[in-house]
């Protein structure tokens, strides 16, 4: 599967749909921030953690994407989870491959601008 700009954005904009599904469910006129119906709650929780380690597992395809990624891993509590150390290091490998890529990235653009 080719990954594009346009995964990393929809993989965001699915993390914050799931996340907002939980809040409003247990903000809900009625429910006024109470304990949810352990069902529901269990299900509004694991597609929020799904679509967060979907969202941080994806490769940052340039410096924007990992700085949205960290300010969610940071913002979230990610950090607290029980798949932070696999996400850190997924982190730190966008970091390393965007500092490595962009100097040939440039030289590529300059060869063929020429």
């Known amino acids: 599967m080719a990954i594009t700009r346009n995964e990393a954005n929809r993989l965001y904009s699915a993390w914050r749909y799931a996340s907002a599904a939980w809040q409003l469910a247990l903000h809900a006129p009625g429910n006024d921030g109470d304990d949810l119906p352990e069902e529901l709650e269990r299900q509004l929780c694991d597609a929020e953690h799904s679509a967060l380690l979907a969202f941080l597992r994806h490769p940052a395809s ?22 932070s150390s696999e996400i850190t290091a997924a982190l730190a490998k966008d970091a390393h491959q965007l500092a490595f890529r962009a100097p040939e990235e440039r030289r590529h653009r300059l060869a063929t601008a020429a």
């Open 62 to 83: 340039n410096l924007a994407e990992l700085s949205r990624k960290l300010q969610v891993f940071r913002d979230s509590g990610a950090c607290h989870i029980s798949e």
